[in-house]
């Protein structure tokens, strides 16, 4: 970490006395940051038919633009997909990109699916909207952030029956863009941003008796980056990790459950153990699948995140993704644990 120290500069001027001035130079003038998180709202139509991912792209104004595998893909892998933690499935991601007239749009999707019922599938991702006159993607403060996850076990027309009593663990991924703007005390950095994706491990417990659910990012193990895995056309292999990186945040979440499985709260806090968090603001929504598991409890819940934070010197923070977390009754002895969309 790189921390500022105040190195008295010597200012020498020669005057007709003869006279030395010695004074420290003014320190770096960072404003506070407004925080102002946009709700993100993870919702979005998607399709899979016959091995073509189609996906709704949502405009902030309103509107979608649609995005399949077929016309718009820019690569297709599995590489760094872990093995899918549900038997009989398969999965693969994607990176899709649309030029249009009204800007350009890049995508990353995953999904997972029965290979006995591939209508039995689950789709998730993250997009970056660029307004019209961008050159290329890597101006990533110009660009929009979207989010997305969707399935039939995730139908709002088929909520799932949530047990009256009992509480229920569940363990998963969660991925997104982590984006971080320095403050007063790193030194010629400050003023500067950087942009990279992240992953790790979230853990929910949900209360039914008391229809709450608390959760955790970070706290199982470290936030980790993930340059080049994904959106590598804006961040790429070589690109160095950030200075501050997310590895020693904590971000705790809790909400209220509606009847229909659906949350949504603001109640979030951000917590590091060498840097002062002033402010943390944000929005974390979900919803649990009307798919049981063998003990009759919803086997997953999904959802999404957008949470800012700012912090003692100036500098501030988001994180950008989505979710993903099984019940360990869903995952076959072998496979340990549940990770991510898949």
Known sequence: ????????????????????????????????????????????????????????????????????????????????????????????????SDNHYDGKVLLYATASWNDDDPGDYLSAGWWLLYPPGARGFRNFESATRGVFIDGPELDAARPPDLPMTSTATYVGGAGGVYTYTYGRDWDDLAGSSDLTEFQGLLALTADFDSNRIIGCLGCIEPIETAPGQHLYPVVTWRNPDPAALPADYDIHFSA???????????????????????????????????????????????????VHFAEADGSHGRFTGIFDALTPATVTPDDGSANGAN
């Open 1 to 96: 970490m790189r921390f500022s120290t105040l190195t008295a500069l010597l200012l020498i001027s020669v005057t007709a006395g003869c006279s030395t001035d010695r004074s420290e130079p003014p320190p770096v003038e960072i404003p506070a940051p407004t925080l102002a998180p946009v709700p993100q709202e993870f919702r979005t139509q998607t399709t899979f038919v016959d091995n073509v991912l189609s996906v709704d792209v949502r405009y902030p104004e309103g509107g979608t633009r649609t995005l399949n595998t077929a016309l718009h893909q820019v690569g297709s892998w599995s590489q760094y997909l872990p093995r899918p933690v549900m038997p009989n499935h398969s999965s693969r991601e994607w990176l899709l």
């Open 256 to 306: 209220s459950l509606g009847a229909n499985g659906a949350f949504e709260d603001n109640a979030i806090t951000v917590m590091h153990p060498e840097r002062t968090v002033t402010d943390a603001v944000g929005t974390w929504r979900g919803q649990f699948s009307n798919m049981p598991d063998v003990e009759g409890n919803p086997r997953r819940v999904v959802g999404s995140t957008d």
